[in-house]
């Protein structure tokens, strides 16, 4: 791989973000109801929506220039980009019928193969350097470098408060055809929002997986903070409201493995709806309060601010 030297530290990170007027992360089981836990009442949204996020900031800020390529897009055929390393290791996969034979045989010659297709694909791609990737066309030909899990990990974001969804009824002036027309029939329609809704996301960032597996690099996740603050500014749409990042807390560990558990370094910050607001409706509502105490002195904890768009 080019000369990018991995992470030396551990991180660990909370996002709090807030939603006014909009569905932050529609469910397709539930007709693209918000995400939420039938028992608590709490809002959620899944890593999987904001990685994509994240994924489509990095594509537009770097217009998919080495090394800031991504590798899950919307449409996009991965197979193709699998063949970008086989063709490295001068195989053809397009159109070859014997594909999965082919790399099984090289493999047995070649036990780096694995390492450097890997090293290839890490090297190329943000998002499988960031978050890893299952690539299809190796996992078929029986390649350990198939699966590469990556250092930085996301959990679901919860709602700090049970969220109130409501269901708006629309109608659409238009029609759509002569008959239509005649009949002056309206179509109706519905559209689900949370009035107001300030949600909690914790992440990771393993230094171990960076070194050993991906190479995520500094410049990596500087791109990765300004990913994640930035990440609403272009994602804009009718459907999802007024959302925006308002806090990303960041704990810096003095050493690869870690100096403390992740569950205690989130415990020491402390989010709740202020005594004298009876129900949320801006990010003022909230109080904030980060618990230095219990942090160990190896542990650094800062507040990132904007970053460029």
């Known amino acids: 791989m080019t000369e990018r030297t991995p992470i030396e530290n551990r991180y660990d990170f909370t996002i709090l973000f807030d939603v006014e007027n909009g569905n932050p992360n529609g469910d397709p089981d539930s007709g693209n109801m918000p995400r939420?836990?039938?028992?608590?009442?709490?809002?959620?949204?899944?890593?999987?929506?904001?990685?994509?996020?994240?994924?489509?900031?990095?594509?537009?800020?770097?217009?998919?220039?080495?090394?800031?390529?991504?590798?899950?897009?919307?449409?996009?055929?991965?197979?193709?980009?699998?063949?970008?390393?086989?063709?490295?290791?001068?195989?053809?996969?397009?159109?070859?019928?014997?594909?999965?034979?082919?790399?099984?045989?090289?493999k047995k010659n070649d036990p780096e193969l694995d390492r450097?297709?890997?090293?290839?694909?890490?090297?190329?791609?943000?998002?499988?350097?960031?978050?890893?990737?299952?690539?299809?066309?190796?996992?078929?030909?029986?390649?350990?470098?198939g699966q590469v899990r990556g250092p930085v990990q996301l959990g679901f974001a919860r709602s700090i408060?049970?969220?109130?969804?409501?269901?708006?009824?629309?109608?659409?002036i238009a029609v759509t055809t002569e008959a239509d027309a005649a009949?002056?029939?309206?179509?109706m329609g519905n559209k689900f929002i949370v009035p107001y809704g300030l949600y909690r996301m914790n992440g990771y960032v393993s230094a171990k997986l960076a070194q050993n597996v991906t190479g995520f690099c500094n410049e990596d996740l500087?791109?990765?903070?300004?990913?994640?603050?930035?990440?609403?500014?272009?994602?804009?749409?009718?459907?999802?409201?007024?959302?925006?990042?308002?806090?990303l807390y960041v704990f810096k560990h003095?050493?690869?493995?870690?100096?403390?558990?992740?569950?205690?370094?989130?415990?020491?910050?402390?989010?709740?709806?202020?005594?004298?607001?009876?129900?949320?409706?801006?990010?003022?509502?909230?109080?904030?309060?980060?618990d230095e105490s219990v942090i160990p002195s190896s542990v650094t904890v800062d507040e990132l601010v904007d970053h460029e768009l």
Request: with cysteine; glycine share 6%; net charge neutral.
């Open 183 to 187: 009949e002056k029939n309206n179509t």
């Open 116 to 145: 450097r297709l890997r090293d290839y694909m890490c090297e190329n791609f943000f998002d499988i350097r960031t978050f890893g990737a299952v690539m299809t066309t190796f996992v078929k030909g029986n390649l350990a470098c």
């Open 36 to 106: 939420v836990d039938i028992e608590t009442g709490n809002g959620l949204v899944t890593d999987v929506c904001i990685k994509r996020k994240i994924r489509d900031y990095v594509q537009l800020a770097m217009d998919e220039r080495f090394p800031w390529r991504i590798y899950i897009q919307n449409r996009r055929t991965l197979n193709r980009l699998d063949a970008e390393a086989l063709e490295t290791e001068g195989i053809k996969s397009v159109g070859n019928k014997d594909l999965a034979k082919e790399i099984k045989a090289m």
């Open 254 to 290: 003095g050493s690869a493995l870690g100096d403390a558990p992740s569950w205690k370094l989130f415990d020491a910050i402390d989010v709740r709806r202020r005594d004298d607001v009876a129900v949320a409706r801006s990010f003022g509502d909230y109080d904030i309060k980060v």
């Open 161 to 172: 408060d049970p969220i109130d969804v409501q269901e708006i009824s629309i109608t659409r």
């Open 222 to 247: 500087e791109m990765l903070w300004r990913a994640i603050l930035n990440m609403f500014e272009f994602d804009r749409s009718a459907a999802r409201g007024n959302m925006a990042v308002r806090k």
